[in-house]
């Protein structure tokens, strides 16, 4: 590993600060993603600057909206009664996500800012675009086996690989930031970026910004809803596919859905055409496999990844059927 300097912050603001000063200094909170990346060389910042100890921890219900801080920890959001009880679908998927160690150290902002794991990105020797810019694409003739079928640039084609995002992103979560201008809100579907010509950029964020929590509006979807992750393993794996599918359904009739997609695009991939055809409409079989179909006719795969097309629309249908308890 690079040598590199550690500070550890006791406000926010002077968080803030001391990463606007120095233009390779980074944040560091649980670690999990950042030193796996510093001790392979895919990034060497000279300066980390340690979050820890600011008080963005809580998980809290104000005015009718859940606040979870950008530190607390994907165990505890998992295990979080109010969590557990008004949005199963967040904490489902936390649990689907790493192993229990590691959801012991992972925090909330951490896990959205985590990096794709296109071993191509891991492996120094080899080009790619994201981790060094104009070098090519290692995947795009490699094995992609692992990559995107959505969304994807001839400059990258690869997946953001949380689970917890994808969830967020389906129930309209909003990101809390503080940065050199004060505080803003980014919706979770504008958070992360498409790799387009600047792959190297995963999210809109500009230096100095800070993640201080995550705020999830109160809805209906709690009774109704599913996080359903294909895997290689039962556990310690990441997405082929990922769904998470949120229900409002009265009687047999679908009032309103939320559908998001992991594993298959450079941000978690919502399924806006699939939602719409399903508003209002009864909750059966027929309609889910309609409603997949019209979604994936923008998909593309390459050539280790052929079998997604037909994966990602199945574990839709799958997602919703265990939803809507059909
Ligand atoms: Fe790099 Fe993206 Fe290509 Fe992977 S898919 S090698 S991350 S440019």
Redesign the pocket.
């Known amino acids: 590993m690079i040598p590199f300097q550690y500070v550890r912050a006791l406000k926010q603001r002077s968080a803030i600060d001391a990463v606007l000063k120095d233009k390779s200094a980074q944040f560091i909170a649980g670690g999990t993603n950042l030193v796996d990346l510093m001790k392979r060389g895919v990034t060497a910042p000279q300066k980390v600057v340690d979050i820890t100890n600011l008080p963005l921890k809580e998980v809290v219900l104000k005015n009718n909206k859940l606040l979870i801080g950008a530190l607390a920890l994907n165990a505890d959001v998992a295990e979080h009664p109010f969590v557990v009880k008004h949005f199963p679908l967040l904490s489902l998927a936390l649990q689907a996500g790493a192993s229990a160690q590691l959801r012991n150290m992972a925090t909330t902002g951490g896990n959205m800012l985590q990096r ?1 794991r ?1 071993p ?2 891991y492996d120094t020797v ?6 060094n810019p104009g070098s090519g ?4 003739e490699g094995y992609n086996r692992m ?1 995107a079928i959505f969304g994807a640039s001839d ?4 997946v953001h690989p949380s689970d917890m995002a994808i969830a967020l992103a389906a129930l309209d979560a909003v990101v809390l930031v503080s940065g050199a201008k004060g505080d803003r809100r980014i919706p979770f579907t504008d958070f992360h970026r498409l ?1 387009g010509d600047r ?1 190297e950029i995963d999210n809109n964020l500009v230096r100095g910004d800070l993640v201080v929590g995550v705020e999830l509006s109160q809805n209906a979807f709690s009774k109704h809803a599913h996080y359903l992750k294909i895997r290689d393993r039962a556990s310690y794996a990441f997405a082929l596919v990922s769904v998470a599918a949120a229900l409002d359904i009265n009687g047999n009739t679908i009032n309103n859905a939320r559908l998001a997609m992991g594993g298959v695009a450079h941000k978690p991939w919502r399924l806006f055409t699939a939602e719409k055809f399903l508003a209002g409409k009864p909750a059966t079989e027929e309609n889910f496999k309609a409603a997949a179909a019209l979604e994936m006719q923008t998909a593309k795969a390459y050539e280790h990844n052929k079998f997604k097309l037909t994966l990602a629309p199945n574990t839709v249908v799958e997602a919703l059927k265990i939803a809507a308890k059909v």
């Open positions: 794709t296109c191509y990105f080899l080009p790619c675009n994201k981790r694409c290692g995947a795009l990559h400059k990258c084609i690869a790799p792959p």
